[in-house]
């Protein structure tokens, strides 16, 4: 068994993982003020209440877009495990053919996503990562990595709407019964949910475009579930994307 983290600027996300199978799925908040020290105590007891120990797992790896965590969490799993995890970023070879102006700066996440979506699914591929920032990376007939687009966070978008506003409210992010609103509430809540799901329909049509080839559309992330129902494109949705492609890259280095 290993230890998959994935590291967010909201969340950490810790997997079991045995193979491609996943065991268990726990969350913790990013914290930049927790020291390794703290961050093996939390894993450890997290770990705990999931029934592992630090002495079952092989190894760990790990892929983070907030550099300092990274750095943290790394000490940590050495002080836990003996042995420094395996880490995604420049340097480790993944096999993925990256086709961007500077393709040292491709996220570790946006990475591991692509690698997992191309052993899930033949490309040509959009996968969606839709956390506190909406992702789409595009894999081409190929697998080549060959770009993307990024938008704000669903979350985030709401939030700013709300705090720049006087007379916004803030609202729970569901879907209204109807695209057209009939109150400040169910009007944001359309915006937010219809709109969002409209935006990955035009950005999938135009990305099709661009390639000349129907694609097919893989989604992850914690808010991917509220919008991609909404979505009239035929979306798949993998809970669990990350950990499997972190999984993957173990597997490969050894």
Known sequence: ???????????????????????????????PGKTDCEYAVTIRDVLALRGVTAAELEGSVLSSVVWPLGEALSRAMELLTGKPPLVVGPGLDHGL???????????????????????LCPPPLIVIDMGTATTLSVLDAAGRFRGGAIVPGLRASVGSLSDGTNLLPQVPLEAPAHCIGTGTVSCMQSGAIYGNAAM?????????AELGQRVQVIATGGLAP??????????????????LGLAALWEQRQ
């Open 1 to 31: 068994m290993i230890l998959a983290i994935d590291v967010g600027n909201t969340n950490i996300v810790l997997g079991c993982m045995e193979g491609q199978t996943v065991r268990s799925v726990s969350r913790i908040a990013s914290d």
């Open 97 to 119: 053919e990256i086709l961007l102006d500077e393709p040292e700066q491709l996220g570790a996440d946006l990475v591991v996503g692509a690698v997992a979506a191309l052993r």
């Open 200 to 208: 990955l329909d035009g950005l999938i049509d135009r990305m099709e």
């Open 226 to 243: 509220l919008v991609t129902p909404y979505c009239r494109r035929a979306i798949r949705c993998e809970p669990d994307l990350l950990l």
